[in-house]
């Protein structure tokens, strides 16, 4: 992905002697920067034309297989449309949500919101995830119905349906084939080909069920898929209720970031260490850094660069002290 126009204030480092002193001799200074993402203006760019082609096409085809699934009464193209649009609610929250967070930009003078409107990509994913849920209980409560109830099956509908899904599926992968080097394209190549072997899967079922009439297949299969979709979910659900609350990314270990600040030359210790999510992208990271040092603006360019190079924070706040500052010294 590509923004029209983006500010990088990485190398921009700022140190502040209160009172006109050196740091050395008073208080503490404070470095603050914006690593990639932290702005960005001009046109909104929510991706390339492959990722817009994926969720359009596969869109269509969800709503085509939902109606496929309740038309014929097959659990299996219901659970294979649901994990469809995993992939389809992935692509519109990425979308839709950043949308909003550049929308709403970052530290806006005078406004209520000062980290903009970032953490709406969260809330998109743990809305993804709950609707997710949702769904895998209803298939989950007709496919054990149909267990004691089986359903007269169309076989030739399921196996046509589902292997149309393969094709879009397989088709959409091969877009992003060339594009391992980025993560985005990765993780869209990867999504894709399993669903298309999903839907591989469906069309095999519905041979399956017409060359021997056992209609127990499908509700069968829907509920693996289920377990496929859940076992996704169950890990989109944990990491969006964590950044919800403000936990550290799981990409991030907090503990190795605390150490690798305190062998920075001339650090002493660290406190009041904080890393959080500023959206599903951006993390943002305040510490306050004790320190023996006499070039305070060298050693925040060093902080910052540790912070962005070793564990891709972006937004670091650093407060360099001479002597231990509580963030509450009345506490």
């Not at 208080?27 to 082609?53: C, E, I, K, Q």
């Not at 903009?116 to 895998?136: D, E, H, S, W």
């Not at 993780?187 to 399956?208: F, I, K, P, R, T």
Request: hydrophobic share 45%; glycine share 12%.
């Amino acid at each position: 992905m590509s923004a029209a126009h983006t500010h990088d204030h990485a190398d921009h480092d700022h140190g502040h002697d209160h009172a006109g002193h050196d740091h050395s001799h008073h208080g503490h200074s404070h470095g603050h920067s914006h690593g990639p993402g932290g702005h960005n203006h001009g046109p909104v760019d929510t991706g390339d034309w492959r990722y817009a082609v994926a969720l359009l096409i596969n869109l269509a085809f969800v709503v085509c297989e939902f109606g496929a699934g309740f038309a014929v009464n097959s659990t299996a193209l219901l659970a294979d449309a649901g994990h469809n649009l995993t992939d389809v609610l992935g692509l519109a929250m990425a979308g839709g949500a950043a949308l909003l967070a550049r929308m709403g930009g970052h530290g806006i003078a005078g406004g209520r919101r000062t980290y903009g409107l970032g953490k709406a990509t969260v809330l998109a994913a743990l809305g993804n995830a709950l609707l997710l849920i949702f769904a895998c209980g209803a298939i989950v409560f007709e496919a054990v119905r149909r267990f004691n109830d089986p359903a007269p099956i169309h076989s030739t509908t399921i196996m046509v349906v589902a292997g149309i899904g393969f094709v879009i599926n397989l088709g959409t992968a091969l877009l992003f084939i060339k594009s391992q080097h980025d993560l985005n394209a990765r993780g869209a190549y990867l999504h894709m080909m399993a669903d298309a072997g999903v839907s591989l899967g469906v069309v095999l079922a519905g041979g399956l069920m017409m060359l021997t009439g056992w209609s127990i297949v499908d509700p069968i299969v829907s509920l693996i898929i289920v377990a496929a979709i859940m076992w996704s979910t169950w890990g989109l659900l944990k990491d969006s209720v964590n950044l919800a609350v403000d936990g550290a990314p799981s990409q991030v270990d907090v503990a190795k970031l605390e150490t690798a600040l305190k062998t920075l030359p001339g650090v002493t210790a660290v406190h009041d260490l904080h890393v959080w999510a500023l959206s599903t992208t951006e993390t943002a990271l305040t510490a306050h850094l004790v320190h023996e040092r006499e070039d305070a603006t060298a050693l925040l360019r060093e902080a910052q660069a540790l912070a962005k190079t070793r564990f891709s924070i972006g937004h670091t706040t650093l407060q360099l002290e001479t002597e231990h500052l509580p963030d509450c010294p009345n506490c």
